[in-house]
Protein backbone atom coordinates (compact mmCIF):
# COMPACT_ATOMS: atom_id res chain seq x y z
CA UNK A 1 0.00 0.00 0.00
CA UNK A 2 1.18 3.62 -1.24
CA UNK A 3 2.16 5.31 1.56
CA UNK A 4 1.56 9.53 1.40
CA UNK A 5 2.86 11.45 -1.48
CA UNK A 6 4.22 15.18 -1.53
CA UNK A 7 5.50 16.52 -4.35
CA UNK A 8 7.77 18.47 -5.19
CA UNK A 9 10.42 17.25 -2.60
CA UNK A 10 12.11 20.37 -2.50
CA UNK A 11 11.77 23.94 -3.79
CA UNK A 12 13.43 27.32 -3.72
CA UNK A 13 11.44 29.90 -4.30
CA UNK A 14 11.61 33.95 -3.77
CA UNK A 15 10.39 36.62 -1.92
CA UNK A 16 6.87 37.80 -2.64
CA UNK A 17 5.96 34.62 -4.70
CA UNK A 18 3.45 32.42 -4.42
CA UNK A 19 3.79 28.39 -4.36
CA UNK A 20 2.05 25.18 -4.15
CA UNK A 21 2.82 22.26 -2.56
CA UNK A 22 0.36 19.04 -3.43
CA UNK A 23 -0.37 15.99 -1.20
CA UNK A 24 -1.85 12.38 -2.19
CA UNK A 25 -3.14 10.46 0.81
CA UNK A 26 -2.85 6.84 1.57
CA UNK A 27 -5.73 5.26 -0.69
CA UNK A 28 -9.19 5.40 1.21
CA UNK A 29 -7.93 7.88 3.92
CA UNK A 30 -10.13 11.09 3.79
CA UNK A 31 -9.03 13.07 6.26
CA UNK A 32 -6.07 15.60 5.08
CA UNK A 33 -3.69 17.43 7.47
CA UNK A 34 -1.34 20.36 6.61
CA UNK A 35 2.00 20.74 9.27
CA UNK A 36 4.67 23.13 9.17
CA UNK A 37 8.13 22.02 11.01
CA UNK A 38 10.88 24.83 11.63
CA UNK A 39 13.70 24.48 13.95
CA UNK A 40 12.51 27.11 16.16
CA UNK A 41 8.67 26.04 16.51
CA UNK A 42 8.48 22.72 15.76
CA UNK A 43 5.71 20.70 14.09
CA UNK A 44 3.20 23.21 13.60
CA UNK A 45 -1.12 22.49 12.66
CA UNK A 46 -1.85 24.36 9.40
CA UNK A 47 -5.62 23.25 8.63
CA UNK A 48 -7.27 19.84 8.34
CA UNK A 49 -9.83 18.66 5.24
CA UNK A 50 -12.25 16.33 4.45
CA UNK A 51 -14.93 15.85 1.65
CA UNK A 52 -13.49 18.59 -0.03
CA UNK A 53 -14.00 20.76 3.19
CA UNK A 54 -11.98 22.81 5.81
CA UNK A 55 -12.31 21.25 8.75
CA UNK A 56 -10.16 23.12 11.13
CA UNK A 57 -7.92 25.89 10.81
CA UNK A 58 -4.48 26.50 12.88
CA UNK A 59 -3.17 30.41 13.67
CA UNK A 60 -1.61 30.97 10.32
CA UNK A 61 -1.88 34.32 8.24
CA UNK A 62 -4.48 34.24 5.42
CA UNK A 63 -1.75 33.84 2.98
CA UNK A 64 -1.54 29.80 3.86
CA UNK A 65 -4.69 28.47 2.01
CA UNK A 66 -5.74 25.38 1.26
CA UNK A 67 -8.10 23.02 -0.52
CA UNK A 68 -9.31 19.14 -1.24
CA UNK A 69 -10.33 17.82 -4.35
CA UNK A 70 -13.10 14.90 -4.41
CA UNK A 71 -10.49 11.92 -5.03
CA UNK A 72 -8.67 13.54 -1.33
CA UNK A 73 -5.80 14.63 -2.98
CA UNK A 74 -5.05 18.12 -1.12
CA UNK A 75 -2.94 21.54 -1.86
CA UNK A 76 -1.74 23.88 0.10
CA UNK A 77 -0.80 27.34 -1.46
CA UNK A 78 1.50 30.50 0.53
CA UNK A 79 1.31 33.69 -1.35
CA UNK A 80 3.38 36.38 -0.79
CA UNK A 81 6.16 34.38 0.82
CA UNK A 82 8.09 35.25 2.80
CA UNK A 83 12.10 34.23 4.46
CA UNK A 84 10.44 33.04 7.65
CA UNK A 85 7.73 30.75 5.44
CA UNK A 86 11.01 28.31 4.80
CA UNK A 87 10.40 25.59 6.46
CA UNK A 88 9.14 21.78 5.80
CA UNK A 89 5.54 20.99 5.03
CA UNK A 90 3.96 18.15 6.11
CA UNK A 91 0.58 16.16 5.09
CA UNK A 92 -0.57 13.77 7.01
CA UNK A 93 -3.59 11.62 6.59
CA UNK A 94 -5.78 9.28 8.24
CA UNK A 95 -9.16 6.85 7.98
CA UNK A 96 -12.42 9.02 9.60
CA UNK A 97 -12.76 7.85 12.96
CA UNK A 98 -9.69 6.23 13.25
CA UNK A 99 -8.57 9.35 15.68
CA UNK A 100 -4.67 9.60 16.86
CA UNK A 101 -3.47 7.16 13.44
CA UNK A 102 -2.51 10.08 10.84
CA UNK A 103 0.68 9.08 8.83
CA UNK A 104 2.72 11.79 7.25
CA UNK A 105 4.57 11.98 4.29
CA UNK A 106 8.05 12.88 3.75
CA UNK A 107 7.44 16.57 3.51
CA UNK A 108 8.20 19.49 0.86
CA UNK A 109 11.39 21.53 2.13
CA UNK A 110 10.58 25.05 1.02
CA UNK A 111 13.01 27.32 0.82
CA UNK A 112 12.50 31.17 0.64
CA UNK A 113 15.37 33.49 -0.73
CA UNK B 1 3.71 28.38 28.11
CA UNK B 2 3.42 25.79 25.54
CA UNK B 3 0.71 23.32 25.67
CA UNK B 4 2.94 20.15 25.22
CA UNK B 5 6.40 20.30 26.75
CA UNK B 6 9.24 17.71 25.70
CA UNK B 7 12.64 18.06 26.79
CA UNK B 8 14.85 18.63 23.22
CA UNK B 9 18.42 16.40 24.34
CA UNK B 10 20.14 15.28 23.21
CA UNK B 11 19.77 12.36 25.16
CA UNK B 12 23.32 9.59 24.24
CA UNK B 13 22.71 5.85 25.41
CA UNK B 14 24.68 2.95 24.73
CA UNK B 15 23.18 -0.01 22.76
CA UNK B 16 21.46 -1.99 25.00
CA UNK B 17 19.96 0.27 27.75
CA UNK B 18 16.13 1.23 28.21
CA UNK B 19 15.29 4.95 27.12
CA UNK B 20 12.66 6.71 28.69
CA UNK B 21 11.02 9.89 27.01
CA UNK B 22 8.51 12.03 28.41
CA UNK B 23 6.22 14.78 27.62
CA UNK B 24 4.20 17.06 29.85
CA UNK B 25 1.25 18.88 28.86
CA UNK B 26 -1.43 21.52 30.17
CA UNK B 27 -4.33 21.16 28.32
CA UNK B 28 -6.65 18.26 30.49
CA UNK B 29 -9.19 18.20 27.36
CA UNK B 30 -6.54 15.86 24.87
CA UNK B 31 -7.57 12.03 25.17
CA UNK B 32 -5.10 11.07 22.32
CA UNK B 33 -1.71 10.36 22.60
CA UNK B 34 0.66 9.73 19.95
CA UNK B 35 4.50 8.99 19.67
CA UNK B 36 6.19 9.59 16.21
CA UNK B 37 9.50 8.92 15.55
CA UNK B 38 11.52 11.28 12.60
CA UNK B 39 14.70 10.05 11.28
CA UNK B 40 16.75 13.31 9.55
CA UNK B 41 15.68 14.35 6.26
CA UNK B 42 12.05 12.24 6.76
CA UNK B 43 8.99 12.99 7.48
CA UNK B 44 7.29 11.66 11.22
CA UNK B 45 6.54 8.03 11.43
CA UNK B 46 3.81 6.57 13.65
CA UNK B 47 4.95 4.49 16.64
CA UNK B 48 2.29 4.39 19.28
CA UNK B 49 -0.93 5.70 20.00
CA UNK B 50 -2.81 5.49 22.46
CA UNK B 51 -6.25 6.88 24.09
CA UNK B 52 -6.97 7.99 26.89
CA UNK B 53 -5.41 6.71 30.41
CA UNK B 54 -3.33 3.18 30.43
CA UNK B 55 -0.32 1.51 29.07
CA UNK B 56 -0.06 0.09 25.64
CA UNK B 57 3.08 -2.83 24.10
CA UNK B 58 4.14 -3.03 20.97
CA UNK B 59 7.47 -4.65 21.01
CA UNK B 60 10.39 -3.16 22.30
CA UNK B 61 8.29 -0.07 22.57
CA UNK B 62 5.62 0.76 25.63
CA UNK B 63 3.51 3.87 25.85
CA UNK B 64 2.29 5.20 28.85
CA UNK B 65 -0.09 7.61 30.12
CA UNK B 66 -1.24 9.56 32.78
CA UNK B 67 -3.49 12.23 32.69
CA UNK B 68 -4.07 12.62 36.44
CA UNK B 69 -0.35 14.08 36.14
CA UNK B 70 -0.72 15.65 32.45
CA UNK B 71 2.48 13.31 31.83
CA UNK B 72 3.11 10.52 29.22
CA UNK B 73 6.13 8.38 28.43
CA UNK B 74 7.52 6.49 25.80
CA UNK B 75 10.37 3.54 26.67
CA UNK B 76 11.73 1.61 24.46
CA UNK B 77 14.17 -1.71 25.75
CA UNK B 78 16.91 -3.13 24.08
CA UNK B 79 18.06 0.46 22.56
CA UNK B 80 19.58 -0.48 19.05
CA UNK B 81 21.42 2.77 17.16
CA UNK B 82 18.51 1.94 14.47
CA UNK B 83 16.80 4.03 17.16
CA UNK B 84 18.61 7.35 16.65
CA UNK B 85 16.58 9.73 15.80
CA UNK B 86 13.98 12.59 16.89
CA UNK B 87 11.35 11.08 18.72
CA UNK B 88 8.17 13.65 19.41
CA UNK B 89 4.79 12.88 21.28
CA UNK B 90 1.39 14.28 20.08
CA UNK B 91 -1.76 14.96 21.69
CA UNK B 92 -5.20 15.75 20.51
CA UNK B 93 -8.98 16.26 21.39
CA UNK B 94 -11.02 19.05 23.14
CA UNK B 95 -12.06 21.92 21.16
CA UNK B 96 -8.80 21.88 19.30
CA UNK B 97 -10.19 19.07 17.51
CA UNK B 98 -9.07 15.43 17.34
CA UNK B 99 -7.24 15.48 14.35
CA UNK B 100 -5.08 18.62 15.28
CA UNK B 101 -2.09 17.41 16.44
CA UNK B 102 0.02 19.25 19.25
CA UNK B 103 3.08 18.34 19.32
CA UNK B 104 6.14 18.26 21.41
CA UNK B 105 9.29 19.77 20.69
CA UNK B 106 10.83 16.31 20.37
CA UNK B 107 13.82 14.55 21.61
CA UNK B 108 17.30 14.27 20.05
CA UNK B 109 18.48 10.60 21.02
CA UNK B 110 21.42 9.12 19.90
CA UNK B 111 21.97 5.19 20.93
CA UNK B 112 25.71 4.67 20.48
CA UNK B 113 27.59 1.14 20.06
Known amino acids: KAGVTQTPRYLIKTRGQQVTLSCSPISGHRSVSWYQQTPGQGLQFLFE???????NKGNFPGRFSGRQFSNSRSEMNVSTLELGDSALYLC????????????FGQGTRLTVV | QKEVEQDPGPLSVPEGAIVSLNCTYS??????FMWYRQYSRKGPELLMYTYSSGNKEDGRFTAQVDKSSKYISLFIRDSQPSDSATYLCAMSGGSGGYNKLIFGAGTRLAVHP
Open chain 2, 27 to 32: NSAFQY
Open chain 1, 92 to 103: ASSLVGQVGEAF
Open chain 1, 49 to 55: YFSETQR
